[in-house]
């Protein structure tokens, strides 16, 4: 690690990450207020920037021109002490989790299959990314490979509650 990426860890920043619904927004301005941190949840970021839904910049650009979009919302935050939220999909982005992961702790909520896909049954409308030909099976799979790959911490709240997913990421990081 070189000073520019030592000072940047030490800009204290919580990363989350994580699939669709993992509670990734819930959990982390919950934490953020318990924790006396900012907060700064990408997706928001996103449609700042571009002034679209994101469902709107998936439907007009299509799942390329989303991550696209979602790189470049994501370089160009500047946080400190700051709880952030990511999208889903921000693993895509090799540029991006790099920098995520140099400037805090990332944080990866993980899920079972079975209980995500019931707090996901409308995956359409949600605007989640599919790659081509991908089923929503496949995107747990594949997925998880790469939240795996980037986490410092991983969380496992499958059977938890928001409070118990809050409390469990508290003890983690302390
Ligand atoms: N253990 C848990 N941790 C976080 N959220 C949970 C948990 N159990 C159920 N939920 C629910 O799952 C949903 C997560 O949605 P959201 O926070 O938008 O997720 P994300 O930002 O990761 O897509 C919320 O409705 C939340 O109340
Ligand atoms: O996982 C995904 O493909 C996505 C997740 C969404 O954010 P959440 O993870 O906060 O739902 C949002 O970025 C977009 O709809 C794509
Ligand atoms: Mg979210």
């Known amino acids: 690690m070189n000073n520019f990426d030592k000072d940047n860890k030490n800009r204290g920043n919580i990363i989350l990450i994580g699939m669709p619904a993992s509670g990734k927004s819930t959990a982390g301005v919950i934490l953020a207020k318990l924790l006396g941190m900012n907060f700064i949840d990408t997706d928001l970021v996103i449609q700042q920037s571009e002034e679209k839904l994101l469902c709107d910049i998936i439907k007009e650009r299509s799942v390329e021109g989303f991550l696209e979009a979602e790189e470049k919302a994501v370089l160009s ?4 002490k700051a ?45 989640v990314v599919l790659k081509a030909g991908e089923t929503p ?33 508290v003890r983690m990081i302390s």
Do not use: W
């Open 137 to 169: 099976e496949e995107m747990y799979d594949n997925r998880c490979a790469l939240y795996e790959k980037y986490a410092d911490i991983t969380i496992d709240e499958t059977n938890s509650s928001v409070e118990d997913t809050v409390e469990m990421i």
């Open 83 to 127: 709880v952030i939220a990511t999208g889903g999909s921000v693993v895509y982005s090799e540029a991006g989790m790099k920098y995520l992961r140099s400037i805090g702790k990332v944080i990866y909520l993980k899920v079972g299959k079975e209980e995500l896909f019931k707090r996901l049954h409308n995956i359409k409308q949600r605007g």
């Open 77 to 80: 935050i500047h946080p400190s």
